[in-house]
């Protein structure tokens, strides 16, 4: 969901800075591989880096930065696979390339939180790419990941029941755009499988394509006040 304009204006001035560049760097990394002039792989990596010398954001930034790589290297090595099987035929007969994209972002620093927001986009020559976006939580305090139900002060209950009057309101707004079992599939959904993630004053939660709607609905976004 887009936050408006007006909802920005009203952050209160320097909460920004509590994730930004004092407390983290953002590493960077693209990649391309061809075989005979063809190009068989494309790829970005942009993930933040703790500024904070103590052993939980140490432990965090080793986290973060395993995820990325194994993402990475998962479409990479199905590109070598490939390539190795058939040689350029594939991709000369298609005009098309293995393509990851992984984008971390720092939202949250507050009440002894980090929170991420982690988008993983993957294209390993299918009918269309795919993007996965989930969120990654860890205490300050033990740079261990925070559980779901442990995220926030509110019960469990509350959230999902929050959730499901969220998505029950968009459903009667655009019925098709969701899969008839839609709401059914939140309310009975294992609390920490749902993709959460902190940003100020609220709880993001993101359902990624044929979680809740077709493919082509994209992503569902909801923001909850805490």
Same mark, same amino acid.
């Given at each position: &969901?887009?936050?408006?304009?007006?909802?920005?204006?009203?952050?209160?001035?320097?909460?920004?800075? !509590?994730?930004?560049?004092?407390?983290?760097?953002?590493?960077?990394?693209?990649?391309?591989?061809?075989?005979?002039?063809?190009?068989?792989?494309?790829?970005?990596?942009?993930?933040?880096?703790?500024?904070?010398?103590?052993?939980?954001? !140490?432990?965090?930034?080793?986290?973060?930065? !395993?995820?990325?790589?194994?993402?990475?290297?998962?479409?990479?090595?199905?590109?070598?696979?490939?390539?190795?099987?058939?040689?350029?035929?594939?991709?000369?007969?298609?005009?098309?390339?293995?393509?990851?994209?992984?984008?971390?972002?720092?939202?949250?620093?507050?009440?002894?939180?980090?929170?991420?927001?982690?988008?993983?986009?993957?294209?390993?020559?299918?009918?269309? =790419?795919?993007?996965?976006?989930?969120?990654?939580?860890?205490?300050?305090?033990? =740079?261990?990941?925070?559980?779901?139900?442990?995220?926030?002060?509110?019960?469990?209950?509350?959230?999902?029941?929050?959730?499901?009057?969220?998505?029950?309101?968009?459903?009667?707004?655009?019925?098709?755009?969701?899969?008839?079992?839609?709401?059914?599939?939140?309310?009975? &959904?294992?609390?920490?499988?749902?993709?959460?993630?902190?940003? =100020?004053?609220?709880?993001?939660?993101?359902?990624?394509?044929?979680?809740?709607?077709?493919?082509?609905?994209?992503?569902?976004?909801?923001?909850?006040?805490?």
């Amino acid at each position: &969901m887009l936050i408006s304009s007006a909802a920005v204006m009203s952050v209160p001035v320097g909460a920004a800075s !509590k994730t930004g560049k004092k407390y983290v760097t953002y590493k960077t990394k693209k990649k391309t591989v061809k075989k005979s002039g063809v190009l068989i792989l494309s790829g970005s990596i942009k993930y933040p880096k703790l500024k904070s010398k103590s052993k939980a954001a !140490k432990k965090v930034n080793k986290t973060i930065k !395993k995820m990325v790589k194994k993402d990475a290297k998962y479409i990479t090595d199905l590109a070598y696979k490939d390539y190795k099987k058939s040689g350029l035929t594939n991709f000369k007969t298609t005009g098309w390339h293995y393509e990851y994209n992984v984008d971390v972002k720092f939202t949250y620093n507050k009440k002894g939180k980090y929170s991420f927001k982690y988008t993983y986009y993957s294209y390993a020559m299918g009918a269309h =790419g795919y993007t996965a976006v989930s969120g990654l939580n860890f205490s300050k305090k033990t =740079g261990k990941r925070i559980k779901n139900t442990k995220l926030t002060k509110y019960d469990p209950s509350v959230i999902r029941g929050k959730i499901s009057d969220k998505l029950s309101a968009e459903m009667e707004k655009q019925p098709s755009r969701y899969f008839s079992t839609a709401l059914t599939t939140v309310q009975n &959904m294992d609390f920490d499988k749902f993709n959460f993630w902190l940003k =100020g004053n609220y709880l993001y939660v993101i359902f990624n394509p044929y979680d809740i709607s077709p493919y082509m609905a994209g992503p569902t976004t909801f923001k909850i006040k805490l």
